[in-house]
């Protein structure tokens, strides 16, 4: 059982290139997220899914966009990578439609590097 | 939106001591409040989470205690051990049903 997924680990980008960071989960949840990690802010939300289907905005969107491709599937797309997207991006998964009360299962991040 | 301060960034403590890490949140709203454990290289991980009609969770070494007057919410570890070092992350989840985490503070013991 792999849990959470995400792909590639490691990723380096020039300024104005584009990626898209793969995420897949086997657990059956309805709600996946995807976070960015920086040194001193916790982690904040780009966007969710709450269900397969639809997708929000979260705190951090700018440069972002989203695809939940089915139920296992969520991608992020930098369409212009920019400096100030380096970062540590994790995917999660949750059992419930919307809503947060309940465990997050996390994947094991992908470190994106912006020169 | 919700506000979540957590305090300390950083904190040493000596092998068999106790840890405190403590959290404040802005939105009276939130009802629940989960706390995360982060190893070197790996997703965060649930390790204790405590809703708003209760004011007390315990969990073998680790327990989370909630004052929702005071909006504020803490993790106890105790008896520490060096497998416990990692970055802790607490959260709430406020109005809005999304978790808003705090930025995380690093935990150390030392042998």
């Known amino acids: 059982n792999a849990g959470v997924t995400q792909t590639p680990k490691f990723q380096v980008l020039k300024t104005g290139q584009s990626m898209t960071l793969q995420c897949a989960q086997d657990?059956?949840?309805?709600?996946m997220y995807w976070y960015r990690q920086d040194p001193g802010m916790g982690l904040r939300l780009i966007y969710y899914?709450?269900?397969?289907?639809?997708?929000d905005k979260g705190e951090v969107p700018n440069g972002y966009n989203v695809s939940r491709l089915n139920k296992r599937e969520f991608s992020l797309r930098l369409e212009s990578a920019a400096p100030s997207q380096t970062s540590v991006y994790f995917c999660?998964?949750?059992?419930?439609?919307?809503?947060?009360?309940?465990?997050?299962?996390f994947g094991e991040g992908s470190r994106l590097t912006v020169l | 939106g919700e506000n979540v301060e957590q305090h300390p960034s950083t904190l040493s403590v000596q092998e068999g001591d106790s840890a405190v890490i403590k959290c404040t949140y802005s939105?009276?709203?939130?009802?629940?409040f989960p706390w995360y454990k982060q190893e070197l290289g790996k997703g965060p991980q649930l390790i204790i989470d405590?809703?708003?009609?209760?004011g007390e969770k315990k969990d073998q070494r680790i327990a989370v205690t909630l004052n929702k007057t005071a909006k504020h919410f803490s993790l106890h570890i105790t008896e520490t051990q060096p497998e416990d070092s990692a970055v802790y992350f607490c959260?709430?989840?406020?109005?809005?049903?999304?978790?808003?985490f705090g930025s995380g503070t690093q935990l150390t013991v030392l042998p």
């Open positions: 939105d009276s709203a939130s009802n629940y």
């Open positions: 899914s709450a269900s397969e289907g639809t997708t």
């Open positions: 959260a709430a989840a406020g109005s809005a049903r999304q978790l808003t």
């Open positions: 657990m059956n949840h309805n709600s």
């Open positions: 999660a998964s949750h059992q419930q439609n919307g809503g947060n009360t309940g465990e997050l299962f």
């Open positions: 405590i809703r708003s009609n209760v």
